[in-house]
């Protein structure tokens, strides 16, 4: 069997690992010149002028273009849609009824540069050595403006009375002020793109690694003032996204419109200290946030301030949307939030894995072991008493959880983790001289996203027979061509090295919307399934002609058709090569939403002396409605977990007062590696949603949504008996220790009467 719920190793594997992918870099083209974008120094600047001559005049340059330039082509801003939001998200509108303050990036700074990095010119020429040295001939001036300050979003959403009168009757209060700091994505692969223009045809060609194939295309067409029929777009193997790479780029534009400009393709690569600078950073949060509790330790009220750092631009609410609609995750009690967006001179923020969700699930799981510690609860209790009771269930802010079993998975979790022998373990760790400490947290998502697909599904007779698939969701890394593979085996009962997966080139995939927020599979599934049966259908009628026979008494089963009660039969790919191509299509308009859920334990070691975590064991449970290939999933949660471990004890983008980027390469961007963890403990959970037509949730965020809170939590407990409540993120060996330093302090103090 290799159908639903196979763990079929993945078949794109030993093409990759063979050397046989084809990246951003690997496109070629005859003749191809080379671009370099001059970015600016500046955080926030008026250009005073570009003296480009000099650059002009240099060896091997054929055009410096620039945001004179720009403007008279006509072109337009990139079209980013900050509050394109899918139902069943909340909608957020300023509290003073104000429109929203949206503010688009043109492909080249024409008046003023916002941040450090932002494109300022771009210069091409014959080599991409000579496009450099001429980039550092260009001469800019800039006057220093002051800093940007500027509100884009400020929202009160949520069950404000309710909260209210909570706090009013509390008995306990906790309150927690945090900073989820700015990470950026840091793909396997930095960016890339070349640009072709065929004049005669007045037709444009983009090959890059970009997230989606339907929607750069739309986009450029905008920016560029042409019909989206004169675009193409082509992506092949893409390593790695994140989120980060779902929105629309300046060199994906720059590289087309300066293809036109000289009559030769170009190419624009970027190198890592180019991605720090640009790519679209994630998380940056300032959450101010109060947890009321009755006398018998019952959630009351949750009421929490939370402000989003947008960047220069307003390239997506969705962080801020997402993570504030779920702020009480699997917890009952009334809350209320304010959502607020401010702009700044940094690159902007763009939905990075779950976005917005394991910041509000970090928030609501610390302030449950504040509450715990600071009044006396058991932490475990706590959480079981205020836990949400059955599913179907409407949350403060109108976000209805499908289905779940909520109180199985916790109590699944803690027998996995073996939490009851933590004691034993953590004086093991005591007697080797460290402090162990262990943490918990549950979380929930809310995958909606785009919510149109078609999937086109053609049974072909050529070599020994093929399923093509083609359909618009992109694949980053997640197993696609496996998993859509898996799906096509269930129902047609073909082998899944017979499946032939497109999704890579905007003249084949007019439909669809690339891959985020966990709708590839869910729509997939559904899109797969249609067109299935209508070539189970079609098929049914061209067997029966072939095995002369009625319609009626053809049956099909795993991969034949045949006479019922008969040895008679004909295969579905044997059918194909004789009778021709078996094609349909399916489409689906899906505005209902997927809540996967879960818990996941952490234990970590911290030496006292240096400051140093270690995470040493970490469990998790997953609920994704019915698995499809369970390794693929396990796979999912293991990344997910190091992402979110690498937030919470490492990464950080830091800027300085005049918007400098200071950590800016790997030697100041620390990222975590396969040595600094323990092999996982990892289960999933299969609750069929009843928010799809086959069960099925998305199972790609889940091990990082939870992963922040868990970690943290497991820290500070580490380091309680110390007299440690809290540490902001990232632990840091500097920052645990000082946080060590500063608890002995405080217990050495003389108290005041």
Same mark, same amino acid.
């Given at each position: 069997?290799?159908?639903? *719920?196979?763990?079929?190793?993945?078949?794109?594997?030993? $093409?990759?690992?063979?050397?046989?992918?084809?990246?951003?870099?690997?496109?070629?083209?005859?003749?191809?010149?080379?671009?370099?974008?001059?970015?600016?120094?500046?955080?926030?600047?008026?250009?005073? *002028?570009?003296?480009?001559?000099?650059?002009?005049?240099?060896?091997?340059?054929?055009?410096?273009?620039? %945001?004179?330039?720009?403007?008279?082509? *006509?072109?337009?801003?990139?079209?980013?849609?900050?509050?394109?939001?899918?139902?069943?998200?909340?909608?957020?509108?300023?509290?003073?009824?104000?429109?929203?303050?949206?503010?688009?990036?043109?492909?080249?700074?024409?008046?003023?540069?916002?941040?450090?990095?932002? !494109?300022?010119?771009?210069?091409?020429?014959?080599?991409?050595?000579?496009?450099?040295?001429?980039?550092?001939?260009?001469?800019?001036?800039?006057?220093?403006?002051?800093?940007?300050?500027?509100?884009?979003?400020?929202?009160?959403?949520?069950?404000?009375?309710?909260?209210?009168?909570?706090?009013?009757?509390?008995?306990?209060?906790?309150?927690?002020?945090?900073?989820? !700091?700015?990470?950026?994505?840091?793909?396997?692969?930095?960016?890339?793109?070349?640009?072709?223009?065929?004049?005669?045809?007045?037709?444009?060609?983009?090959?890059?690694?970009?997230?989606?194939?339907?929607?750069?295309?739309?986009?450029?067409?905008?920016?560029?003032?042409?019909?989206?029929?004169?675009?193409?777009?082509?992506?092949?193997?893409?390593?790695?996204?994140?989120?980060?790479?779902?929105?629309?780029?300046?060199?994906?534009?720059?590289?087309?419109?300066?293809?036109? $400009?000289?009559?030769?393709?170009?190419?624009?690569?970027?190198?890592?200290?180019?991605?720090?600078?640009?790519?679209?950073?994630? $998380?940056?949060?300032?959450?101010?946030?109060?947890?009321?509790?009755?006398?018998?330790?019952?959630?009351?009220?949750?009421?929490? %301030?939370?402000?989003?750092?947008?960047?220069?631009?307003?390239?997506?609410?969705?962080?801020?949307?997402?993570?504030?609609?779920?702020?009480?995750?699997?917890?009952?009690?009334?809350?209320?939030?304010?959502?607020? %967006?401010?702009?700044?001179?940094?690159?902007?923020?763009?939905?990075?894995?779950?976005?917005?969700?394991?910041?509000?699930?970090?928030?609501?799981?610390?302030?449950?072991?504040?509450?715990?510690? +600071?009044?006396?609860?058991?932490?475990?209790?706590?959480?079981?008493?205020?836990?949400?009771?059955?599913?179907?269930?409407?949350?403060?802010?109108?976000?209805?959880?499908?289905?779940?079993?909520?109180?199985?998975?916790?109590?699944?979790?803690?027998?996995?983790?073996?939490?009851?022998?933590?004691?034993?373990?953590?004086?093991?760790?005591?007697?080797? *001289?460290?402090?162990?400490?262990?943490?918990?947290?549950?979380?929930?998502?809310?995958?909606?996203?785009?919510?149109?697909?078609?999937?086109?599904?053609?049974?072909?007779?050529?070599?020994?027979?093929?399923?093509?698939?083609?359909?618009?969701?992109?694949?980053?890394?997640?197993?696609?061509? +496996?998993?859509?593979?898996?799906?096509?085996?269930?129902?047609?009962?073909?082998?899944?090295?017979?499946?032939?997966?497109?999704?890579?080139?905007?003249?084949?995939?007019?439909?669809?919307?690339?891959?985020?927020?966990?709708?590839?599979?869910?729509?997939?599934?559904?899109?797969?399934?249609?067109?299935?049966?209508?070539?189970?259908?079609?098929?049914?009628?061209?067997?029966?002609?072939?095995?002369?026979?009625?319609?009626?008494?053809?049956?099909?089963?795993?991969?034949?058709?045949?006479?019922?009660?008969?040895?008679?039969?004909?295969?579905?790919?044997?059918?194909?090569?004789?009778?021709?191509?078996?094609?349909?299509?399916?489409?689906?308009?899906?505005?209902?939403?997927?809540?996967?859920?879960?818990?996941?334990?952490?234990?970590?070691?911290?030496?006292?002396?240096?400051?140093?975590?270690?995470?040493?064991?970490?469990?998790?449970?997953?609920?994704?409605?019915?698995?499809?290939?369970?390794?693929?999933?396990?796979?999912?949660?293991?990344?997910?977990?190091?992402?979110?471990?690498?937030?919470?004890?490492?990464?950080?983008?830091?800027?300085?007062?005049?918007?400098?980027?200071?950590?800016?390469?790997?030697?100041?961007?620390?990222?975590?590696?396969?040595?600094?963890?323990?092999?996982?403990?990892?289960?999933?959970?299969?609750?069929?949603?009843?928010?799809?037509?086959?069960?099925?949730?998305?199972?790609?965020?889940?091990?990082?949504?939870?992963?922040?809170?868990?970690?943290?939590?497991?820290?500070?407990?580490?380091?309680?008996?110390? %007299?440690?409540?809290?540490?902001?993120? !990232?632990?840091?060996?500097?920052?645990?220790?000082?946080?060590?330093?500063?608890?002995?302090?405080?217990?050495?103090?003389?108290?005041?009467?």
């Amino acid at each position: 069997m290799s159908g639903i *719920g196979t763990a079929l190793p993945r078949l794109e594997d030993a $093409r990759l690992l063979t050397g046989q992918g084809c990246y951003s870099d690997d496109f070629r083209l005859p003749d191809q010149a080379w671009g370099c974008v001059v970015r600016s120094p500046r955080a926030h600047a008026r250009i005073v *002028g570009i003296d480009a001559e000099a650059a002009k005049a240099m060896p091997g340059v054929l055009v410096v273009l620039t %945001g004179a330039d720009l403007l008279a082509d *006509g072109l337009q801003p990139i079209p980013h849609a900050p509050v394109a939001q899918s139902p069943p998200d909340i909608k957020l509108a300023n509290v003073d009824g104000t429109p929203l303050g949206i503010v688009r990036p043109q492909i080249l700074a024409v008046e003023t540069v916002r941040f450090v990095g932002e !494109p300022v010119a771009f210069v091409v020429a014959e080599s991409l050595g000579a496009a450099r040295d001429a980039a550092e001939a260009l001469h800019v001036a800039y006057d220093e403006l002051p800093p940007i300050d500027e509100t884009a979003v400020d929202a009160l959403v949520g069950d404000i009375r309710g909260t209210e009168a909570g706090f009013a009757r509390a008995r306990h209060t906790v309150r927690l002020d945090t900073v989820i !700091p700015r990470v950026t994505g840091v793909p396997m692969e930095p960016r890339a793109a070349l640009g072709e223009y065929d004049g005669a045809a007045g037709r444009y060609t983009l090959r890059a690694g970009v997230g989606a194939i339907v929607r750069p295309k739309r986009e450029l067409a905008i920016i560029l003032g042409i019909e989206p029929e004169k675009v193409r777009v082509i992506a092949r193997d893409i390593g790695g996204n994140f989120g980060t790479r779902n929105y629309f780029f300046p060199e994906f534009a720059l590289v087309c419109w300066a293809a036109r $400009r000289v009559g030769r393709p170009v190419k624009w690569i970027g190198d890592r200290h180019e991605a720090f600078l640009s790519d679209y950073a994630g $998380r940056d949060f300032h959450i101010i946030s109060e947890l009321a509790l009755d006398s018998d330790g019952g959630f009351v009220g949750l009421r929490a %301030g939370s402000f989003s750092n947008l960047g220069a631009y307003t390239a997506s609410f969705v962080p801020l949307t997402k993570g504030t609609q779920l702020m009480t995750s699997l917890y009952r009690l009334p809350a209320m939030a304010q959502a607020c %967006g401010r702009l700044s001179n940094t690159q902007s923020t763009a939905p990075y894995r779950s976005a917005g969700r394991p910041e509000v699930m970090f928030v609501i799981e610390r302030l449950i072991d504040l509450a715990a510690r +600071t009044h006396g609860f058991d932490r475990i209790a706590l959480r079981r008493r205020n836990l949400v009771a059955a599913a179907p269930y409407t949350n403060p802010f109108g976000i209805t959880y499908d289905t779940g079993d909520y109180l199985g998975t916790f109590e699944a979790v803690l027998e996995l983790a073996d939490w009851h022998g933590f004691a034993a373990r953590r004086a093991g760790s005591a007697a080797r *001289g460290l402090c162990r400490g262990i943490g918990l947290g549950g979380y929930v998502e809310s995958q909606s996203g785009a919510p149109v697909e078609r999937a086109e599904v053609t049974v072909l007779g050529e070599g020994g027979g093929i399923v093509e698939i083609v359909i618009g969701t992109l694949s980053t890394g997640q197993g696609h061509a +496996t998993s859509f593979a898996q799906l096509a085996s269930e129902w047609l009962g073909v082998p899944p090295e017979r499946v032939r997966l497109v999704t890579d080139d905007s003249d084949r995939v007019s439909v669809g919307s690339g891959s985020h927020s966990g709708r590839s599979l869910r729509h997939a599934a559904t899109t797969i399934r249609q067109a299935s049966l209508g070539i189970v259908a079609k098929g049914r009628k061209l067997a029966a002609d072939v095995l002369e026979a009625a319609e009626a008494d053809i049956v099909f089963e795993a991969g034949r058709f045949a006479i019922q009660g008969t040895d008679r039969g004909i295969g579905l790919l044997e059918l194909a090569a004789e009778r021709g191509p078996i094609a349909d299509q399916a489409e689906v308009d899906s505005k209902v939403g997927s809540y996967p859920y879960g818990w996941h334990v952490c234990e970590v070691e911290v030496d006292q002396e240096t400051g140093a975590v270690r995470i040493v064991r970490y469990t998790a449970i997953d609920d994704v409605g019915r698995a499809v290939n369970p390794l693929i999933l396990h796979g999912q949660t293991h990344g997910g977990i190091v992402q979110g471990a690498g937030q919470a004890l490492m990464e950080r983008c830091v800027y300085d007062p005049r918007g400098q980027l200071l950590s800016a390469t790997f030697m100041d961007y620390a990222m975590p590696r396969a040595d600094d963890f323990p092999m996982f403990e990892t289960a999933l959970s299969e609750v069929p949603s009843t928010n799809h037509p086959l069960g099925f949730r998305g199972g790609g965020e889940g091990g990082i949504t939870p992963a922040l809170g868990v970690i943290m939590n497991a820290v500070v407990d580490a380091l309680a008996d110390l %007299g440690v409540t809290h540490i902001d993120m !990232p632990a840091t060996p500097e920052r645990v220790w000082q946080a060590i330093q500063d608890a002995v302090r405080s217990a050495a103090a003389p108290q005041r009467l």
